[in-house]
């Protein structure tokens, strides 16, 4: 899954790929380089983030939208706003990446209407600005399980027709943590769902490696998700499609 930011302020490449041109020439270099599909998103979660409004979003990623879609390749529209994934839904978005982690209901009926599949991520509160203030558990694994197995469960059960989920790496989460989910990471995907894992880029492989600069955390993130698809993942949401898919392409070889 390749990053498609289009957003002023996001940790990695905020600023990049704000015109309809630049967007789409930055999905067809993530195409070439062996992209399955694409996230788009046109608000930044990191950590502190200031939430935008709806229009405001709706204005940076639905011609974005309208343009990649020509690329055929599937297109996930990265929102927690019912307003944006109303209309990316309707222009013919493929995956719904809810950072809300369906909180929302008005997410759910709208997946089940589209009969989109929806990624339900882990986040202890739905507030950028403020989720790391609540990184505190007695057990992240199990809390972050139960929390995935009840939205997955209510979502089907209201006509979702797939589920896909997302630990939520970083998202109320510290270093320590972090490592716990990745190390465990087969107890989630005993959840029955495939399992996204996005570390790309994050502040945990800075953290490992000394990297300061998110743009040259690129080996670290390589190493990061070559153990999730180790013990199970099988969506990797990455900044860096080519060296993920080198490094796939060899691990895949010898692991057969």
Same mark, same amino acid.
């Given at each position: 899954?390749?990053?498609?930011?289009?957003?002023?302020?996001?940790?990695?490449?905020?600023?990049?790929?704000?015109?309809?041109?630049?967007?789409?020439?930055?999905?067809? &270099?993530?195409?070439?380089?062996?992209? $399955?599909?694409?996230?788009?998103?046109?608000?930044?979660?990191?950590?502190?983030?200031?939430?935008?409004?709806?229009?405001? +979003?709706?204005?940076?990623?639905?011609?974005?939208?309208?343009?990649?879609?020509?690329?055929?390749?599937?297109?996930?529209?990265?929102? @927690?706003?019912?307003?944006?994934?109303?209309?990316?839904?309707?222009?013919?978005?493929?995956?719904?990446? $809810?950072?809300?982690?369906?909180?929302?209901?008005?997410?759910?009926?709208?997946?089940?209407?589209?009969?989109?599949?929806?990624?339900?991520?882990?986040?202890?509160?739905? $507030?950028?600005?403020?989720?790391?203030?609540?990184?505190?558990?007695?057990?992240?694994?199990?809390?972050?399980?139960?929390?995935?197995?009840?939205?997955? +469960?209510?979502?089907?059960?209201?006509?979702?027709?797939?589920?896909?989920?997302?630990?939520?790496?970083?998202?109320?989460?510290?270093?320590?943590?972090?490592? +716990?989910?990745?190390?465990?990471?087969?107890?989630?995907?005993?959840?029955?769902?495939?399992?996204?894992?996005?570390?790309?880029?994050?502040? &945990?492989?800075?953290?490992?490696?000394?990297? +300061?600069?998110?743009?040259?955390?690129?080996?670290?993130?390589?190493?990061?998700?070559?153990?999730?698809?180790? @013990?199970?993942? @099988?969506?990797?949401?990455?900044?860096?499609?080519?060296?993920?898919?080198?490094?796939?392409?060899?691990?895949?070889?010898?692991?057969?």
């Amino acid at each position: 899954m390749g990053i498609l930011n289009v957003t002023p302020d996001s940790f990695s490449d905020g600023g990049r790929y704000l015109d309809v041109e630049a967007a789409l020439a930055r999905a067809r &270099t993530l195409k070439a380089q062996g992209a $399955d599909l694409i996230d788009l998103g046109g608000e930044s979660t990191r950590p502190g983030a200031a939430p935008v409004s709806a229009s405001e +979003e709706k204005r940076r990623v639905l011609p974005v939208l309208e343009a990649v879609l020509e690329l055929g390749l599937p297109i996930s529209i990265d929102t @927690r706003k019912p307003e944006v994934a109303a209309e990316a839904l309707s222009l013919g978005a493929h995956l719904l990446n $809810d950072v809300g982690g369906l909180r929302d209901g008005r997410m759910v009926r709208l997946a089940a209407e589209h009969q989109t599949p929806v990624v339900i991520l882990h986040s202890p509160v739905n $507030d950028p600005q403020t989720m790391m203030q609540h990184a505190r558990y007695t057990d992240v694994v199990r809390e972050v399980a139960g929390f995935l197995r009840h939205q997955a +469960e209510n979502a089907l059960a209201a006509g979702v027709p797939a589920v896909v989920l997302d630990p939520g790496f970083g998202f109320g989460k510290r270093l320590e943590h972090n490592l +716990e989910l990745l190390r465990r990471l087969d107890e989630l995907v005993a959840l029955g769902h495939p399992l996204l894992a996005g570390l790309s880029r994050k502040r &945990t492989i800075g953290e490992l490696t000394g990297v +300061e600069a998110p743009e040259r955390r690129v080996c670290g993130s390589v190493a990061a998700h070559l153990a999730a698809a180790r @013990r199970g993942a @099988r969506i990797l949401r990455v900044h860096d499609v080519a060296a993920h898919a080198e490094a796939l392409a060899v691990w895949n070889a010898v692991e057969g």
